[in-house]
């Protein structure tokens, strides 16, 4: 069969051509499910489609299993940005971008091309899956649900069934919520989230929690069953930003504190691992801490190059003795290679999204670090009476628990 002749799925999510390594995670654990439940059901390998914003050399090279083009959401901000000069207030300016696309859509040939492109990307997919991480928490929203919507109405157009994989949602203003429970009321075939507080956000019935599709894709990552972490160093990641502002000097000096009373407790060095390039999140900022304030000093922090596969930080994983990390997926990743992950948060933003993280450890009361009001030396304690009661056995349950949902999901819409 010819490439051209053969099955097109469009997906569209949290990758949009940034560096940001959870994403691109999601992006080639998604293709992977996609291609296998295909393989599964006796259909032939598709062609996954991605649409995103911007990078398309860099990301087809990162992640050659998906065929990367631009979708909708380059055209509306294109044209929305050109609204700027009439100096409407926001909400008017997004309301007349959306209402006025058509004519910017009709109004050269190259913008005709792209449209007709897009058209029949949704027209000759069998289905459309919307994955992610958290791109319609409040802070972008309206960035990427715009653009979303007017997909889904091209997809009620051309009856091409939309799917919301499992995400975080929130959290999200009232009138952002009102949209999206809208949207997904009347134009979503059908939706599962990663996080229970999407649950009440959203008005679904309890059947559509999951896990996060990382952790679930253990056709990707091998589930591993017997591992005893072994007491080599500890992986850390502060990120730069809580993605509603940049980190504070308080809350990077709090994080070193917390460093110091744990290697007071367990006496292991230190290793900072990056969860994504400094355009996207700044992962070394933390550095420049420790090498300008002398009470500092005796933390030993060894910097690993940036991540670039999965494998390379699962493989440090499965010799570190545990993680305390700022990254929703750095966490993630650190359990799948073996070791107990310790989540640190800092704003709602971060909050939400740690809400019910215990359940990736299979409920064995995984401490959450808040870096507001923190006991540096009560939460070293805990970090390490965590560390050392910690069973990979029971990440693993919950593993092959959250592969059996992901894969029975994917036989659903596939």
């Given at each position: ?317 499965s010799q570190a003795y545990g993680t305390i990390s700022m990254s929703f997926h750095g966490c993630i990743l650190s359990m799948i290679g073996g070791c107990p992950s310790v989540p640190v948060t800092s704003g709602d933003y ?65």
């Amino acid at each position: 069969m010819s490439d051209s002749s053969k099955l097109s799925i469009l997906i569209i999510g949290s990758y949009n051509g940034q560096d940001s390594f959870g994403d691109k995670c999601l992006a080639r654990c998604v293709a992977q499910q996609i291609r296998e439940t295909c393989n599964f059901s006796g259909h032939q390998s598709p062609k996954i489609i991605s649409h995103i914003d911007g990078n398309l050399e860099t990301s087809q090279g990162e992640i050659p299993e998906v065929e990367f083009s631009t979708g909708i959401s380059l055209l509306y901000w294109a044209w929305n940005n050109k609204l700027r000069h009439l100096h409407l207030p926001t909400a008017l300016q997004r309301f007349m971008a959306v209402i006025t696309l058509p004519v910017y859509l009709m109004a050269t040939q190259v913008n005709r091309r792209k449209l007709q492109r897009i058209k029949r990307e949704i027209r000759e997919s069998p289905l459309v899956y919307f994955y992610g991480g958290t791109q319609l928490s409040e802070q972008w929203f309206w960035y990427n649900f715009i653009p979303l919507m007017i997909t889904a109405f091209l997809c009620k157009l051309y009856q091409v069934p939309l799917y919301f994989g499992p995400q975080q949602y929130g959290p999200e203003n009232n009138w952002q919520r009102w949209f999206l429970r809208t949207t997904v009321k009347y134009l979503v075939r059908d939706i599962r989230v990663r996080n229970k507080n999407c649950l009440e956000l959203l008005n679904l019935s309890p059947e559509k929690l999951c896990y996060d599709e990382v952790f679930s894709c253990a056709i990707r990552y091998s589930v591993i069953k017997d591992h005893v972490p072994p007491k080599n160093f500890i992986l850390v990641n502060m990120r730069g930003t809580n993605f509603l502002r940049d980190g504070e000097s308080r809350e990077f000096e709090v994080f070193l504190n917390l460093l110091l009373a744990v290697k007071n407790q367990l006496g292991l060095p230190f290793k900072l691992f990056q969860m994504s390039g400094s355009s996207f999140c700044d992962d070394t900022k933390l550095l420049d801490f420790v090498q300008s304030r002398p009470e500092f000093s005796d933390i030993h922090l060894e910097v690993l190059p940036l991540v670039v596969e999965e494998a390379e930080l699962i493989k440090v994983a499965s010799q570190a003795y545990g993680t305390i990390s700022m990254s929703f997926h750095g966490c993630i990743l650190s359990m799948i290679g073996g070791c107990p992950s310790v989540p640190v948060t800092s704003g709602d933003y971060y909050d939400y999204k740690y809400i019910d993280f215990d359940k990736y450890s299979g409920e064995q009361g995984t401490p959450l670090i808040t870096l507001g009001n923190l006991d540096v030396k009560q939460a070293a304690a805990t970090i390490s009476d965590y560390f050392s009661k910690y069973s990979p056995a029971k990440t693993a349950i919950a593993r092959e628990t959250a592969a059996q949902q992901i894969k029975y999901w994917y036989k659903t819409i596939v």
